[in-house]
């Protein structure tokens, strides 16, 4: 299923190289500034950025959802 989400992303060099979500504003906020604090500290170029994408969710085995892709 394709949808619109809040999605943490992880940026390196420029560059997208994690995300995970979905979820609303206030947890990726949270967990932003959780992964900031305790988060890789000893590269100068990453960027975490809580920002609302297109994506494709699929439903896991535990009835969560998850990021398979982001579609933007």
């Known amino acids: 299923m394709i949808t ?6 992880l940026y390196l060099s420029g560059g997208i190289i994690e995300h995970t979500g979905p979820m609303n504003m206030s947890e990726c906020l949270k967990m ?8 890789w500290k000893d ?11 297109q994506v494709e969710v699929a439903v896991g085995i535990d009835g969560k959802e998850y990021i398979v892709k982001l579609v933007d």
């Open 43 to 53: 590269r100068k170029d990453t960027r975490y950025s809580c920002e609302k994408r």
């Open 32 to 39: 932003k500034r959780q992964v900031e604090r305790n988060g």
């Open 4 to 9: 619109k989400t809040m999605t943490l992303l």
